[in-house]
């Protein structure tokens, strides 16, 4: 079973964080920040990705906390 992704998005009531592919929110917060918080521990847990949209929808940051395809070069 592959991990779903985290997104941190718009709701009526605040903020809420939705798994990829649910209908239903897993948690409603009042702020975009406590949203944020408790989505990127959850990413950290379930080493899955976390989106941050904006108020607009559009993606504005995103973090892997799972198998990141790029990740960044050792400086050396």
């Known amino acids: 079973m592959s991990k779903k992704n985290i997104h941190v998005v718009t709701h009526p009531e605040g903020w809420a964080i939705k798994k990829e592919g649910n209908t239903r929110a897993s948690e409603v917060f009042k702020t ?17 990705e976390v989106l941050i949209h904006g108020q607009n929808g559009k993606i504005r940051e ?3 906390y799972g198998n990141d395809p790029f990740p960044p070069k050792d400086k050396k």
């Open 32 to 48: 975009q920040r406590e949203a944020e918080n408790v989505a990127k521990k959850m990413g950290k847990r379930e080493h899955t």
């Open 62 to 64: 995103r973090n892997s």
